[in-house]
T-cell receptor
Framework: AQKVTQAQTEISVVEKEDVTLDCVYE???????LFWYKQPPSGELVFLIR??????QNEISGRYSWNFQKSTSSFNFTITASQVVDSAVYFC?????????????FGPGTSLSVIP | EPEVTQTPSHQVTQMGQEVILRCVPI?????FYWYRQILGQKVEFLVS????????KSEIFDDQFSVERPDGSNFTLKIRSTKLEDSAMYFC???????????FGSGTRLTVV
């Protein structure tokens, strides 16, 4: 069965620190997709990235970077030089062939607080 | 940037009443979804919709729920007889292709009293 684990429930960092949010997933399929979403205090869900299982290249987008490691079933998210605006709940998510890719399974989320 | 629009942003309803949550997906998207998030909990899949029919639904999506795309632009979620436990944030989403990154709407907070 598919599962997404985000072991860090809450993280607090001081502004300008780097922070890594962990994500571990479970799936029996060889083809799957991984996602990260941000939910700021205003409540909306903001898409950050999609990665397919055949692409293990790490991705960098500005201060954000993602490290995908199939060997450990992890898809970790790092924010460099964090800012107060990064304070949000971050969700890691998975869809796979078992769900016909129609359903995205969300992890429980990590609440990040960036303190000025 | 194209948006998914949801109305209303907040709805309060009495237990047992019917509610309809409305969504306008991005115009060239083909796949539509409803998710919900009970306060402080994870985001849960309800239903996916493609080619004018439900393609997948979760255990949560029982006979009290229905979805419809009544015209070329709207996508609605109806809860026939609301229960207290239906109180949640309901998110509509759309995507151009299956398994692409969804664009979510800003959500409708449903409060059942």
């Amino acid at each position: 069965a598919q599962k997404v684990t985000q072991a860090q429930t809450e993280i607090s960092v001081v502004e300008k620190e780097d922070v890594t949010l962990d994500c571990v997933y479970e799936t029996r399929d060889t083809t799957y997709y991984l996602f990260w979403y941000k939910q700021p205090p205003s409540g909306e869900l903001v898409f950050l990235i999609r990665r397919n299982s055949f692409d293990e290249q790490n991705e960098i987008s500005g201060r954000y970077s993602w490290n995908f490691q199939k060997s450990t079933s992890s898809f970790n998210f790092t924010i460099t030089a964090s800012q107060v605006v990064d304070s949000a709940v971050y969700f890691c998510a998975l869809s796979d062939l078992g769900t016909s890719y129609d359903k995205v399974i969300f992890g429980p989320g990590t609440s990040l607080s960036v303190i000025p | 940037e194209p948006e998914v629009t949801q109305t209303p942003s907040h709805q309060v309803t009495q237990m047992g009443q019917e509610v309809i949550l409305r969504c306008v997906p991005i115009s060239n998207h083909l796949y539509f979804y409803w998710y919900r998030q009970i306060l402080g909990q994870k985001v849960e899949f309800l239903v996916s919709f493609y080619n004018n029919e439900i393609s997948e639904k979760s255990e949560i999506f029982d006979d009290q729920f229905s979805v419809e795309r009544p015209d070329g632009s709207n996508f609605t979620l109806k809860i026939r007889s609301t229960k207290l436990e239906d109180s949640a944030m309901y998110f509509c989403a759309s995507s151009p292709v299956r398994s692409d990154g969804y664009t979510f709407g800003s959500g409708t907070r449903l409060t059942v009293v």
